[in-house]
C-alpha cells in the first residue's frame, strides 16, 4: 500500500476516462455538483457542493477558479457563471455572487481551498451528483481509508473511478500567485485532468468525501469536504 506524507503537486493533463466530458459542460437549467461552473474571471472549474447558511443557498468552487488565484486575496465581488467560460459562459449565465472565501493568507499553510457563492434568487437547484445520483451525505476523512474506491464527477472527464492511496497528506499545490502547504489533504490514483478542480469525490453510496484541488499522471489531490463544513460552518445539502 502506498503511504505518502509530503509529496510535490506537478499539474498535468491525464486521460479521460468514463462517459461524454461535454455533457457536464453545458449550460444546465438545475445546477447539480459536478457541472461546470467557475468565476466570471477565470477559466473552466466544477462545482463541489451545494451547503445551507443560516437562511441561505450556497455553492462552492475552488478559490484558485477565481481571480483570488492571481493575488491569493479574497476578491471584494465576483459571479459565478455556469458554464465556465471556457464552456460558453457569460453575462448572462450568471447563477451567483460572491459570499465568502477561504482566507489563505491566515497562516503559512492552507486546509480549504474553496470560495463560496450565494445563489442568485430563481436559480433551481437538486441535491445530486451529475452522472451519479443523489447527495446521501458525507464521508469524514478518519472513514476514509487507503485502498477504497471512490468516484468524482467533473467537468473535463465526467465520472471517473479511482482509489484512496493516502489520507492527511501534506503536500504543496502550486497557484498563480504562491506555492501553498496544503495540510490534510487525501490522495487517490489520478482520475482527474485541468477543469475538474472544484470536482466532488464521493463513495458508490453518494457520499462525498472530497473535492478536486490539482493532480498529476499518477495521483489526484483533494482537499476534504469536513474542512470546508468546518471551516465555513454550513451544512451540506443533502437528498
Not at 453545458?26 to 445546477?31: A, D, M, N, Q, T
Request: aromatic fraction near 10%; proline fraction near 5%; include cysteine.
Amino acid at each position: 500500500m502506498v503511504t505518502l506524507e509530503k509529496v510535490t503537486f506537478i499539474p498535468t493533463d491525464v486521460p479521460r476516462v468514463f462517459f461524454r466530458p461535454e455533457d457536464w459542460r453545458r449550460k444546465e437549467k438545475v445546477i447539480r455538483l459536478g457541472i461546470s461552473a467557475c468565476g466570471a474571471s477565470s477559466t473552466a472549474c466544477s462545482l463541489t457542493a451545494i451547503y445551507r447558511k443560516g437562511g441561505d443557498v450556497l455553492v462552492g468552487i475552488p478559490g484558485h477558479c477565481t481571480s483570488l488565484v492571481d493575488t491569493c486575496r479574497a476578491p471584494l465581488s465576483e459571479m459565478l457563471v455556469q458554464p465556465s467560460p471556457f464552456d460558453g459562459g457569460g453575462v448572462n449565465d450568471i447563477i451567483g455572487d460572491l459570499y465568502e472565501c477561504y482566507n489563505y493568507l491566515a497562516k503559512d499553510y492552507i486546509t480549504v481551498d474553496q470560495c463560496l457563492f450565494k445563489l442568485r434568487p430563481g436559480v433551481a437547484y437538486e441535491m445530486s451528483i451529475f452522472g451519479n445520483g443523489a447527495v446521501k451525505g458525507y464521508l469524514p476523512v478518519k472513514e476514509g481509508k487507503p485502498g477504497m474506491e471512490i468516484y468524482k464527477s467533473g467537468r473535463t472527464t465526467g465520472v471517473s473511478k479511482g482509489i484512496v492511496l493516502s489520507t492527511n497528506v501534506t503536500i504543496d499545490v502550486d497557484f498563480i500567485c504562491r506555492t501553498f502547504e496544503f495540510r490534510n489533504a487525501i490522495v487517490t490514483t489520478a482520475i482527474s485532468a485541468p477543469g475538474d478542480s472544484g470536482a466532488p469525490a464521493y463513495t458508490g453510496d453518494g457520499k462525498i468525501i472530497g473535492y478536486v484541488v490539482g493532480g498529476s499522471d499518477l495521483i489526484t489531490v483533494l482537499g476534504s469536504i469536513e474542512e470546508v463544513l468546518k471551516y465555513f460552518k454550513v451544512d451540506l445539502l443533502t437528498a
